[in-house]
C-alpha cells in the first residue's frame, strides 16, 4: 500500500526523529517519519526534506497536526512536493488533507486509541488507522496491543496498525499475529545512533524496565507514558517550544526489550531475522 519492504513503521517522535532516523529507517527497508512540530519554520522543513530526499529516495511518512495549534497548508505543500506518500494524523480532521494527499498517490492514515475514534476516521474516508495501545511511548491508549488491534480489526474494514510496544520480530508476528497490517516502533528507536535524544535518555531507556514507566494526564492533558523520574519534578506542562521538553522523557513499556543504542538498521534487520523464525517455529507447536 505504501511501498515499503517490511511491515515497520519507525514512530514519528516530537524531538527525537529527525531526518537522521528517517532516512535511516527508509534505508533498512522500514518507513521512517518524523512530526512535523519537529519543525519552527517552513524553512528548516523544506531544508530537511531536501536533505532526505538527497539521501534516500524509499517512502517516508509524517505526523501532521491539523488542531488548528499548526500553521500546515505550507508543510503539506512541501510535503507533498518532496513526494511524502503516508500522512499520520494524530489530531484534527483528516479530510482536510484526503483529497491533496489522495491526488499524489498518496495514503493518510489516522492515530486512534479506541473504536469510537477509529469509526470515526474510516467514516472520515482514511485509507487507514493506527491503533495507539496503552503501552506505547508518548500519548497512549487504555487497551493493550493485544486486546486493540483485534478488536478494531474484526469492526473496520480498513487496514489497522499496531502502535504500542513493538520492539522485536517476536512482537511484531505476535502484532500481525493478531491482524496488524504493520507495526509502528517508537520507544526500541529512541536508543539508536540516529535518534536526537540526548545520550542520557538513550540510556534511560536502556536500562529501565516496565515498572519504571508511568502513565500519566498530569503533563499533557491526554494519557502518556513517560519515564517516572523525568517527570517526578514537573508540575505541570511546559510552554510550546520551552527547551524543558528535553527534559522530560516518554518511552513505552517495551523498554524492556530494549538493551543496547545500536544503529537503527540494526533494531530493523534484528526484528525481521527473528520475525522470519519465530513465524516458521510457530507452526511447529501443534502437531
Ligand atoms: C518520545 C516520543 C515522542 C512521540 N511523539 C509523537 C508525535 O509527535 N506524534 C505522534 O503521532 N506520535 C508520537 N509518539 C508516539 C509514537 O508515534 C508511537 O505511537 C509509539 O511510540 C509506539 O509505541 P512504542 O513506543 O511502544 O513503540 C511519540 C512516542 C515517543 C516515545
Not at 72 to 80: I, P
Not at 202 to 225: L, Q, Y
Not at 255 to 270: E, L
Request: one cysteine or more; charged letters at 20%.
Amino acid at each position: 500500500m505504501i511501498g515499503i519492504r517490511y511491515p515497520i513503521i519507525g514512530a514519528p517522535m516530537f524531538l527525537i526523529s529527525y531526518e537522521e532516523l528517517v532516512v535511516a529507517v527508509s534505508q533498512a527497508g522500514g518507513l521512517g517519519t518524523f512530526p512535523l512540530p519537529n519543525f519552527r519554520s517552513v524553512e528548516e522543513l523544506a531544508a530537511s526534506l531536501k536533505r532526505i530526499r538527497q539521501q534516500t529516495e524509499n517512502p517516508i511518512g509524517v505526523n501532521i497536526h491539523l488542531s488548528g495549534k499548526f500553521e500546515w497548508q505550507e508543510q503539506l505543500k512541501l510535503c507533498l512536493d518532496a513526494g511524502v506518500m503516508f500522512f499520520l494524523t494524530s489530531l484534527g480532521d483528516p479530510r482536510l488533507i484526503l483529497d491533496d494527499v489522495h491526488r499524489n498517490g498518496g495514503k493518510v492514515f489516522a492515530d486512534v486509541i479506541s473504536l469510537e475514534h477509529g469509526v470515526k476516521a474510516q467514516d472520515k474516508g482514511v485509507d487507514g488507522v493506527v491503533a495507539v495501545a496503552s503501552d506505547a511511548g508518548g500519548h497512549a491508549g487504555t487497551a493493550p496491543t493485544i486486546v486493540l488491534v483485534p478488536y478494531l480489526k474484526a469492526r473496520l474494514g480498513i487496514p489497522v496498525v499496531a502502535a504500542g510496544g513493538v520492539s522485536t520480530g517476536a512482537q511484531m508476528a505476535a502484532a500481525i499475529a493478531l491482524g496488524a497490517s504493520a507495526t509502528v516502533v517508537g520507544t526500541r528507536l529512541i536508543a539508536t545512533h540516529e535518534s536526537r535524544a540526548s545520550h542520557a535518555y538513550k540510556e534511560a531507556v536502556v536500562s529501565a524496565g516496565p515498572d519504571d514507566i508511568v502513565c500519566t494526564d498530569r503533563i499533557t492533558g491526554n494519557r502518556a507514558n513517560w519515564l517516572a523520574k523525568s517527570i517526578e519534578k514537573f508540575e505541570k506542562r511546559p510552554e510550546i517550544g520551552s527547551k524543558k521538553w528535553l527534559e522530560l522523557w516518554s518511552a513505552g513499556k517495551s523498554v524492556a526489550q530494549t538493551d543496547s543504542i545500536c544503529p537503527a538498521a540494526s533494531v530493523i534487520a534484528a526484528m525481521v531475522k527473528e520475525y522470519s523464525e519465530v513465524c516458521a517455529s510457530l507452526g511447529r507447536t501443534i502437531r
